[in-house]
């Protein structure tokens, strides 16, 4: 023992030692031994994270070097000797060698975090650092008494929460999730909790370098390893400097609680910089805010379509934006040969500005940087077609290649599609040009569809004629950015409704979007090896309070709409292979719902429901069926998990002022009286109106820590909200 000060005890051992060392804070207590973190304790709960025997754990940290594109050798911490442990600048060194890599990694502590980094050097000219694991957290699991309250969440799409990760999948089979950031994650995090422990593994990285998070656990291996994958550009014989820092973070209970943390770091930087009440980038529509409307052009009238859709606009009181699904010449979803449009240019312009003329918007679908090569559903002469595109574009060129030098498929939908590269001319400039075309179009508002977020993912893209770093780093993310950027700029300079949007998201956009598409609606999403994993409303969590969600997709049905207007998402209404139904043929229940929700967001609930900062919902007894909600996989599989099912759809946000609003939609044929408690006096909540529709049906005062009850009449958008005193 060498130091020992307020808050930091250090050992500091000679290599071969059974310590390497150990960290301790007032909140925190970590040991490191022959290369693995063998404890991890979170004092304020008094839970130990890591249990096992020592020579059953993972090493802290794997190095995967690369020779060329070829993976040369895998480098464990546990199989390198340890050359030094020591304190230096407030954190703990440990510099680990092998024969052909070295590794200083260091651990610290800010907050309540353990904060981690690293830099690791081959020392073999040769090689270059292809893939850094760290730190990997070998995790006891269950974590729980029992497996069945164990969650794993990531920040994938909406969110992404999935049940007792331990169960389902034989203990001899592989369990691996892991997830891309900046690619197919909104944030940089992985979450693995119980009712009274886990903790957050996330990264505080504002430039958007590649990397995975998740879980990878080998056949027969104890406890659950939960890791980042780091991936980098390949450069033989140079250091890889961690450009930002690996973090955890201790929570428990529910995901909202680990979203919290990551939130609270999130909100300082750029993407959270303007919160969308304050945006005057997002045009007046979408703070209307409007409702979005799809249907199959090829199965409409185009004289009938303007009044049809305008009678919309007037039944709810609101902007109406159209989407036309199929408007690209070979049929939804299939691009790049996009133009001319359906019928014709001639044809479809008309169309666009007669619904300009009644005040419709169109928004229209790009599939992202992706070109399709072949469609199993379309003819012979348009596969012909889309072959001989890509042929005069020169797009095998311009495409992400794999590391086997040819470009990278994507097999999706039954289509066959390749990517442009974001690192070459075309790639760079072929959504800004396709979107050019639409607004010469007269069309207003631009969708990125079917790109996550900006690739690679570290498939690729591994060709050297393109210029850009290989394959990973933050480059991707820069270009996405900066022609997103571009598009948003030109198209403001030819209107002030411009709207920017894209599906899914990826924080590092928020600010440049106007909107993202989510599908909350949805309450399963088929995950690995054909289990269900529940949908759960990370993105909005995180991010509703600065971005519009969009394009939801919701209903008809009127359970669908109900969902998403409570997840705080503008209502969009999709006739899917069909034309726009009439107004009046619309369910009831639909109808009564969307006119709640627009005369509610006029009178009382666009703070919430729209600006709001979303929180968890205060405790309230709403009633639950245990059963087994089903739905389908991306495959058509039937998938199902057995969930408590709330009766109540609900949701809970802060406004500006700090005043609280609840709202539920009750999913029943009958009234519903939930009971709850007024939120504690920290809070300084006083009064409580209780609304049905735009109706108010109640106020009252509401001392903190009283009895409520809320009364929910079936099918109506009600609403609760605590007026915080002055
Ligand atoms: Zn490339």
Redo the contacts with the bound molecule.
């Keep these: 023992m060498r130091l020992a000060m307020a808050f930091c005890v250090l050992l500091t051992q000679p290599a071969g030692a059974a310590d390497d060392a150990l960290w301790e804070t007032s909140g925190q207590k970590l040991r490191i031994a022959r290369g693995r973190l063998v404890s991890l304790v979170d004092k304020s709960r008094n839970v130990e994270l890591v249990a096992g025997p020592t020579d059953r754990l993972r090493s802290v940290f794997r190095v995967i070097l690369n020779n060329g594109f070829a993976k040369a050798q895998e480098v464990d911490a546990s199989a390198m000797e340890l050359r030094a442990s020591e304190r230096k600048d407030g954190e703990l060194r440990l510099a680990f060698e092998s024969k052909d890599l070295r590794v200083v990694m260091g651990v610290g502590s800010e907050g309540s975090d353990l904060t981690w980094r690293m830099d690791a050097t081959p020392l073999n000219p040769a090689l270059a650092v292809a893939e850094v694991q760290f730190p990997v957290l070998h995790l006891r699991a269950p974590l729980g008494r029992e497996g069945a309250g164990d969650r794993v969440v990531f920040p994938r799409n909406e969110g992404l929460l999935i049940h007792d990760p331990l169960a389902a999948v034989p203990a001899q089979s592989w369990r691996r999730r892991v997830h891309n950031y900046p690619a197919d994650m909104v944030a940089q995090f992985v979450g693995y909790f119980c009712g009274r422990s886990g903790c957050l593994l996330w990264t505080d990285d504002t430039a958007g370098h590649v990397k995975g998070f998740g879980f990878d656990r080998r056949p027969g291996e104890p406890g659950l390893p939960l890791l980042i994958q780091h991936r980098m550009p390949l450069e033989p014989g140079k250091t890889w400097r961690m450009p930002y820092r690996a973090r955890i973070s201790f929570f428990a209970g529910n995901w909202q609680a680990g979203a919290e943390i990551y939130r609270a770091w999130a909100a300082q930087q750029f993407w959270c910089k303007t919160p969308l009440r304050n945006r005057r980038d997002v045009p007046p529509l979408l703070h209307a805010p409007c409702l979005v409307i799809h249907s199959e052009l090829r199965r409409e009238r185009f004289d009938t379509l303007p009044d049809i859709l305008a009678a919309y606009a007037k039944r709810f009181n609101a902007p109406v934006i159209y989407r036309p699904v199929g408007w690209e010449k070979h049929g939804a979803w299939i691009g790049g040969d996009y133009f001319p449009p359906f019928p014709n240019e001639e044809a479809f312009r008309q169309l666009v500005a007669a619904l300009r003329e009644r005040g419709i918007h169109v928004a229209c679908f790009l599939s992202g940087r992706f070109w399709t090569r072949r469609a199993e559903r379309a003819s012979p002469a348009t596969n012909e077609a889309l072959k001989r595109f890509i042929e005069e574009q020169d797009g095998n060129r311009f495409a992400?290649?794999g590391p086997n030098g040819r470009p990278w498929t994507r097999k999706f939908e039954q289509r066959e599609m390749i990517r442009l590269?974001a690192?070459?001319p075309l790639?760079r400039n072929f959504l800004f040009d396709a979107s050019q075309r639409l607004l010469d179009l007269g069309v207003t508002a631009v969708h990125e569809d079917q790109d996550l977020g900006p690739e690679p993912s570290g498939y690729?893209?591994y060709?050297p004629a393109?210029g850009?770093p290989i394959p990973c780093g933050s480059w991707a993310a820069q270009t996405m950015l900066d022609c997103l950027t571009r598009i948003k700029l030109a198209g403001q300079a030819r209107t002030p409704d411009f709207i920017l949007t894209k599906e899914e998201d990826t924080e590092l956009m928020n600010m440049v979007l106007m909107g993202y598409q989510t599908r909350y609606f949805v309450r399963l999403k088929g995950d690995w090896a054909g289990r269900a994993a529940e949908i759960v409303p990370v993105t909005q969590y995180l991010y509703h309070e600065y971005l519009p969600t969009i394009y939801g997709f919701a209903g008809p049905h009127w359970q669908e709409v109900a969902r998403s207007m409570v997840m705080g998402q503008i209502p969009s209404l999709p006739f899917w292979g069909k034309a726009v139904a009439l107004v009046e043929q619309l369910p009831a229940s639909t109808v009564a719902l969307l006119e709640d929700y627009y005369a509610a967001m006029k009178c009382y609930a666009k703070p919430f429901l729209l600006y709001g900062r979303m929180t968890t919902v205060p405790p309230m007894n709403v009633p639950t069926v245990r059963r087994r909600v089903e739905g389908r996989s991306l495959e058509g599989r039937v998938i199902g998990l057995e969930l408590d099912d709330p009766l109540v759809v609900t949701s809970s946000w802060r406004d500006e002022a700090g005043n609280l609003g609840v709202f539920g939609v009750n999913l029943t044929t009958a009234a519903v009286s939930v009971r709850g408690i007024v939120p504690q006096a920290a809070d300084n909540l006083v009064g409580l109106s209780q609304y049905v529709g735009a109706d108010t049906v109640g106020v009252r005062q509401a001392p903190p820590g009283s009895a409520f009850v809320w009364t929910l009449p079936p099918r109506r958008l009600c609403g609760l909200v605590f007026q915080r005193g002055r």
């Design positions: 992400e290649w590269c690192g070459t790639g690729t893209c060709n393109h850009h």
